[in-house]
């Protein structure tokens, strides 16, 4: 396999996040077990693997929700092991929830608005002691807002409570809400699922668009395999808590660990040797 | 009326409803358990924590004032800004030590904390007066808290409300009443514009979802804290106040009961409004006190108890036709989820 023409620039590319043999468990299951990759900077990689691979574990843990138990995480240079998920996001590192979390009771822009850095308003010192502080702000987070709301075909219903949105604009709000934090590298939790193709394709434009003409990277845990090989540069594969294989689309769609893997079975084929191929840890769930 | 009334089994005479007092008694109850239920208002319906010890912070409130006016001699206005301090100080400490709690931990958490503070008023006599109440160490110590608060009272009565023909006896607590409402008025004015801020809009995400609101960068925990902080503030005015309408504070004024009042205001009143919290407690402390006026065939502890009867009546009312309070916002209805 040549090793990705397509995708030279983005391999070539520094790393913003590194992670080496990073371990999390619950009780006596080890649901991340010493994973390791890196993500190139201005990327889109997705993460994929059968259910139970860890791929949202692996999410929490980078993004603070889980404090891992050993390993490290680097970002942008700088460790992120242990910090906690405000102090991540800060940080420039974004997320979005598997179940979405659309801020029901708040109306459409209100969820928007309160993504933005640097509002001195959210201080009770500063709103006090500076009060055209953050309203200038807040002017400047409210057109942001509008005008990302509108390229995401949501303008229309910026003062309605989010509650009333369907369950694909929901999607699209959380994206757009993530994007309003001005993140430098944003990870998805299964973005497609439960959108109607036509609001998917338009989140995954807004993805190439804002890898091209913001570096912007891209992390995203997905389950159809036609927006994993069609719009990733890269492609890490989890089974079992590990990163089995990391590599350009048309490597990984014919490796046979990953079909393994991913098709759950573990006992006809494990005779490649390879240490981390599946089936290592025997009768866990 | 009276010929009507002697007619009927019961008799109930409605004459307490046109007397002065009676509506400025209504009023101060009103006044003081509505900027407790501020509190509330704040925790429950902005930020979706639930706090069941407000009765805690107002009984820390109104006896540290006291302590520090009888025992220490400390000037009203100074002492009232000092409780508040110092209640606010302990709002922060049972935060840091139970806000990572689940919800429903730190509920409990909360009233425990309701009931160190009221046993420990009642077991320590010699600064708080113990079951006597206030008096005892008042009269230890010749000095009375009320004493700085008479003379304000007594200004505004013989130069404001006497001019006016508002200085007679029954207008006694007129001067409370106003000094409460007022208080009452610009806290809910100011409330109303600080969660319009976008401080109060990390303070509605966090109520949502904490995780979302985590996930965007906000320090969840250390809105949650300052939230704690100023309900215990508003529990700690509510609590000198209470104090002032008083004359003598004895722990029972502070049973975890005063709490629930707080929240059947709140239900009343409807969450996410501050408005609501004014004309729940009006409402709650209209028939609360209303019917002590209610002549039945009854034992006194009875007719007591059928005071909540009939609260929780108009509570189930409300809850089957107006679930979200007189004010609420059904679509702001999050708590629960």
Do not use: C
Not at chain 1, 131 to 154: C, H, I, K, N, Y
Not at chain 1, 238 to 243: E, I, L, N, R, S
Not at chain 2, 238 to 248: F, P, T
């Amino acid at each position: 396999m040549s090793e990705g023409s397509a995708t030279a620039a983005a391999v070539e590319a520094p790393p913003i996040l590194e992670l080496r043999d990073v371990w999390k468990h619950f009780g006596g299951i080890h649901a991340v077990a010493g994973a390791t990759f890196s993500i190139s900077q201005g990327s889109i990689t997705a993460l994929i693997g059968p259910n139970g691979a860890g791929k949202t574990t692996l999410f929490n843990v980078v993004t603070g929700f889980y404090r891992a138990d050993r390993g490290s995480i680097m970002y942008e240079g700088s460790s992120v092991f242990g910090k906690s998920p405000h102090a991540v996001a800060r940080l420039g590192m974004v997320r979005t929830f598997q179940i979405t979390k659309a801020l029901a009771a708040m109306p459409v822009i209100d969820n928007m608005m309160l993504a933005a850095p640097e509002q001195p308003g959210e201080r009770l010192p500063l709103l006090v002691a500076r009060p055209m502080g953050w309203r200038r702000r807040e002017a400047e987070v409210r057109e942001q807002a509008l005008e990302l709301l509108s390229t995401f075909d949501l303008d229309g219903k910026a003062d309605d409570y989010a509650g009333t949105l369907s369950g694909g604009q929901r999607k699209l709000l959380e994206l757009a809400r993530a994007l309003m934090a001005q993140p430098r590298m944003v990870l998805l939790d299964e973005p497609m699922a439960g959108i109607n193709p036509t609001l998917g394709r338009r989140l995954l434009e807004h993805m190439q668009d804002l890898r091209a003409n913001q570096g912007v990277t891209f992390l995203f845990v997905e389950h159809d395999m036609d927006v994993v090989m069609n719009h990733s540069d890269e492609i890490v594969v989890m089974a079992q808590g590990k990163v089995i294989v990391q590599g350009p689309p048309e490597a990984v769609r014919s490796d046979q660990r990953v079909i393994d893997a991913y098709l759950g079975d573990t006992s006809t084929n494990d005779a490649d040797g390879d240490g981390s191929a599946p089936g290592g840890e025997a009768g866990r769930p | 009326m009276s010929a009507l009334a002697e007619t009927l089994p019961l008799a109930v005479s409605f004459d307490f409803l046109t007397a002065w007092d009676f509506w400025i008694g209504v009023g101060v109850l009103a006044g003081v358990y509505g900027i407790f239920t501020l509190g509330l208002q704040i925790n429950v319906g902005y930020t979706g924590i639930i706090n069941f010890g407000q009765a805690g912070f107002m009984a820390m409130g109104a006896y540290s004032a006291i302590i520090l006016i009888v025992d220490l001699g400390i000037p009203t206005v100074l002492a009232l800004l000092l409780s508040t301090l110092i209640t606010m100080a302990a709002g922060l400490l049972i935060g840091i030590s139970s806000l990572r709690l689940r919800a429903d931990y730190f509920a409990i958490a909360t009233i425990a904390f309701a009931e160190i503070i009221r046993l420990t008023a009642r077991n320590a006599r010699d600064l708080t007066g113990g079951n006597q109440g206030t008096i005892s160490i008042e009269l230890d110590n010749d000095r009375f808290y009320t004493d700085g608060w008479f003379e304000i009272s007594n200004w505004v009565r013989d130069n404001l409300l006497d001019p006016i023909g508002l200085g007679g006896p029954e207008f006694g607590s007129l001067p409370l009443l106003i000094m409460v409402w007022s208080v009452l008025a610009v806290l809910v004015v100011v409330l109303n514009r600080l969660i319009e801020t976008p401080w109060g809009r990390v303070l509605r995400a966090v109520r949502e979802d904490e995780d979302a609101a985590r996930a965007l960068g906000k320090n969840a925990f250390s809105y949650k804290l300052q939230s704690l902080a100023i309900a215990a503030a508003l529990g700690a005015m509510s609590g000198w106040m209470l104090a002032l309408s008083l004359e003598s504070v004895n722990q029972d004024a502070f049973e975890p009961l005063f709490t629930f009042i707080g929240y059947g205001i709140l239900v009343l009143g409807g969450l996410a409004s501050f408005a609501g919290v004014m004309v729940g407690s009006v409402i709650l402390w209209t028939v609360l006190e209303g019917m002590r006026f209610l002549e039945l065939p009854l034992a006194a502890d009875k007719v007591a108890a059928l005071r909540f009867v009939l609260v929780g009546l108009i509570l189930i009312l409300l809850m089957a036709f107006r679930p979200q309070g007189i004010f609420g916002k059904r679509e702001e209805m999050v708590i629960g989820e």
